[in-house]
């Protein structure tokens, strides 16, 4: 199970930390990922990371603002994100998945989502 959790309502300019805590599975063995869903958008790759935490990807317009990390020994995986702006806002989503990758369909295990707004 997957608890996705640092979401709000921010101010653009701000920067927000999500946490995607892992329960009931060790997730350190998996790729993590997190996607993001705007209201009427379909849902997009944000960043992933490889299990060990040496590989990362992210989507090219994020790269700069948007960084993912691990830790193993919480089993918890974060998305630390900067210079927010209004279209930054989504229901973000934590996934897991055995190869790190940008294609949703591939992460088999999905978090419930938190709610990221961005304010102008």
């Known amino acids: 199970q997957l608890q996705a959790s640092g979401g709000g309502l921010v101010q653009a300019g701000d920067s927000l930390r999500l946490s995607c805590a892992a329960s009931?599975?060790?997730?350190?063995?998996?790729?993590m990922g997190w996607f993001r869903q705007a209201p009427g958008k379909e849902r997009e790759f944000v960043a992933a990371?490889?299990?060990?935490?040496?590989?990362?990807l992210y989507a090219d317009s994020l790269k700069g603002r948007f960084t993912i990390s691990r830790d193993n020994a919480k089993n918890t995986v974060y998305l630390q994100m900067n210079s927010l702006k209004p279209e930054d806002t989504a229901v973000y989503y934590c996934?897991?998945?055995?190869?790190?990758?940008?294609?949703?369909?591939?992460?088999?295990?999905w978090g419930q989502g938190t709610q990221v707004t961005v304010s102008s």
């Open positions: 996934a897991a998945s055995t190869v790190v990758d940008t294609i949703a369909p591939l992460y088999p295990y």
């Open positions: 009931g599975r060790t997730f350190s063995s998996y790729a």
């Open positions: 990371i490889r299990w060990s935490g040496a590989g990362t």
